[in-house]
Each structure stands twice: as C-alpha cells, then as structure tokens.
C-alpha cells in the first residue's frame, strides 16, 4: 500500500548510535556500581580483619604471665619493653599440640612484597632453662596486620611499691612487669588505627615460688 514505508538509512543509523550511546551509559554504570561493590567489600573485610586482629593481640597482652628466667643470680623477669617491639610471655601455648606457656613477640617486619611491612607475631616454646627470647628467632610467624608502616608501645608503671606509677616508652625494670600496655599502629596509607590500652591481669607475685610480701619475689630455685 502507498500508505506504508520503511525506515529509511539515515533514522536507522541514528537509532542504533542511540541505542549504542545507551548501552555504553548502562555499562559504564554497571562498572561502576561494581567498583563501589568490590572496594566496600574490600575494606568491611579489611576492617573486620583488623577488628579480629586488634582483639587477639589484646587478649595476649592482657594474658601477659609473670615468668622469671632461670637466672639464679639475679630476679629477671621474661617481659621486654622497647617503643617499637615487645616480647613477653603468654598463658597460652605455643601450638594447638603443646601446652604451657610460650613466649611471644610483636613488631613490624618485611613482608614477602617489596616495599611492605606488616605487624607480625612470633611465637615459641620456652625452653627450659630460658634465660632470654632467643627461641623467638625461629619461631612461628604470624602476620597481625598488613601494610602497617609503624607500630609504638608504651608502658604503665612505676620500679617498686614506693613510687608513683607513669607512662614510659621503654621498660627498663627488669624486676617487674607493667601493669597496663598502650599500642598505637600506623598504617601504610598513613591512618591510625585505633589505639589499644591493655590492662595485664597478672602481677609479679602470680609467678612467684616464694614470695617475701607483695610483688616481691626471690628469683626460682634451679631445680624447678
């Protein structure tokens, strides 16, 4: 009929660079929404990690057990202090298999990509005549937190009875233990995590065999 016509070349073209330009569009959205997805799925999982993360090494802290190393000249307590690194020993074991305690240490180290650091933990069996963390050297590595660029401790605590307590960067009393542990970690993008102040449950006289009054102990006999 002369009442009926095609579309011509021209409206054809158009419509499909129409068609085109809104598929590119619906793309482009897509892409985008799936970017916004993966990079909130990315750091909901980061920050879980970090939560898990942050109330572990808290746990080990506070579980901090007061142990003596057989010195039998000296009282030293297996505790070591610095702003940038801490070695202590912990109330849980080394492994699933072992028991007892375990010594453990916690500072920033390399990781295996060039360039990143990351706060590791390390963990070993005390030996039995231990007279400092050297085990720790060869033992298990435990990466706490990725991509950290640093981590500070501070410490809480006074060198005997008679003195008031204050926040130190270093534990020079090697007598005692701190009686709190504050953790500041930094990381690489240059933002805080949230600082940590743990309270050791734990005094110096809950690892004595003898003890004269409170929070003062004779170092172990060396046959124990």
Partial sequence: MRGQRGFTLI???????????????LYSGMVFGLRAWDAADTNGRRTADRRIAMNFLRREIGETFPMRFKDSMT??????????RMRFVS???????????SLVGVE????????????????????????????????ERTVLFEKIDNVTFEYYGSE????????????????????MVRVRIRAADGTMLPEMVVRIV??????????????VCRPRRSNT
């Fill in 91 to 101: 109330s849980r074991p080394a492994g699933i298999a072992a028991s007892g305690l």
């Fill in 202 to 215: 734990l005094g110096e006289e809950a690892g004595c065999l003898e003890s004269a009054f409170q929070r």
């Fill in 75 to 84: 009282l030293k307590m297996a505790f070591e202090g610095k702003e940038n």
């Fill in 160 to 179: 005997n009875d008679f003195t008031e307590p204050t926040w130190v960067d270093s534990w020079d009393y090697a007598a005692r233990i701190p009686q």
């Fill in 11 to 25: 409206e054809l073209m158009v419509a499909i660079t129409l068609l085109g330009g809104m598929m590119v569009l």
């Fill in 108 to 139: 920033v180290e390399p990781g295996e990509e060039r360039g990143v650091r990351n706060l590791v933990m390390r963990r070993a069996m005390p030996d039995d005549a231990a007279k400092d963390f050297g085990p720790l050297d060869k033992g």
